[in-house]
C-alpha cells in the first residue's frame, strides 16, 4: 500500500499542542489541559518549529504571540483533529457494532418500540394491542 502521508513527522500532539495554547492562553494552561509538564509542551512546539523550519510563536514581553506561520496552520491544525475526532467516534461506534452491544441512543429507542410492537414481551399495555 502506498503512502500518502508526507514525511514531515508532523504529530497531532504537535498540533494540539499549539491549539491548546492558542485556546487557553498560556503554555501553563495548555499544558494543564493535555495533562503534560509545561517543559514537555514546549518540547512538542519546538519539534513542530523545528519541522515547519520556522517559529510557530514568538516572544513579546512576558506573552508568547503566534507568528504568521503560527496563524496560518491553526486552520488546518483544527480541521485535522476535528477529522480525527470523527475517524475516533466512528471507530468507536463500529467496535461497539462488532461487540454486539449498541450505543445508549440506539438502546433507548429500542427499549421504546418494543414497547408498541405487538407480540413484543414488553408488559406495557401497549404491547397487548391484537390485530383483529
Request: aromatic share 4%.
Amino acid at each position: 500500500m502506498a503512502n500518502h502521508l508526507s514525511s514531515s513527522n508532523i504529530s497531532l500532539a504537535q498540533i494540539a499542542a499549539v491549539i491548546t495554547v492558542v485556546d487557553y492562553g498560556s503554555f501553563t494552561a495548555a499544558a494543564d489541559i493535555l495533562g503534560i509538564s509545561q517543559p514537555s509542551l514546549s518540547r512538542r512546539i519546538r519539534a513542530l518549529e523545528q519541522t515547519l523550519g520556522m517559529p510557530v510563536f514568538r516572544a513579546a514581553g512576558r506573552n508568547m504571540l503566534l507568528t504568521e506561520a503560527g496563524r496560518s496552520i491553526i486552520p488546518a491544525g483544527r480541521r485535522a483533529l476535528r477529522e480525527i475526532s470523527s475517524i475516533d467516534a466512528l471507530a468507536s461506534s463500529t467496535r461497539s457494532l462488532d461487540s454486539g452491544s449498541l450505543p445508549e441512543s440506539f438502546r433507548n429507542i429500542s427499549a421504546r418500540s418494543t414497547a408498541i410492537i405487538p407480540g413484543s414481551k414488553s408488559k406495557s399495555s401497549a404491547s397487548r394491542i391484537t390485530n383483529s
